[in-house]
């Protein structure tokens, strides 16, 4: 099992991808005393702090993340997209991801 990074995209426990943005402290035992899903009660950790691609953030111990692959640049847009009306850090995102702004688009600035 590969472990897990900033900057990969992930499975989250409830089937949302989404990106790895931090690492995270363990939540209190009030935050886990209140989790539907017992695995998460009951995980050691690491912890991350996780983008879902469809917007909001959500704390992830690393077992029950499953990694898909490094993100790309359009996850990061759909992100940004999801993100936007919440006004949830665009500019810090965007900041983060600058490798992927580096990434060319399929087909643009090759010869088709």
Request: aromatic share 6%; proline share 5%; glycine share 8%.
């Amino acid at each position: 099992m590969k472990s897990l990074s900033i900057g990969d995209l992930i499975v989250d426990n409830f089937g949302r991808e989404g990106i790895v943005y931090s690492k995270e402290r363990r939540p209190s035992a009030k935050w886990l005393a209140e989790q539907e899903d017992s695995r998460v009660k009951q995980s050691p950790g690491p912890w991350w702090r996780v983008l879902p691609l469809d917007g909001g953030a959500a704390i992830v111990p690393a077992e029950l993340g499953t990694f898909v692959r490094r993100a790309s640049i359009d996850d990061l847009l759909k992100l940004v997209l999801a993100q936007q009306s919440e006004h949830a850090g665009t500019v810090t995102l965007l900041e983060l991801f600058k490798a992927l702004s580096k990434q060319a688009a399929p087909g643009v600035g090759r010869d088709a």
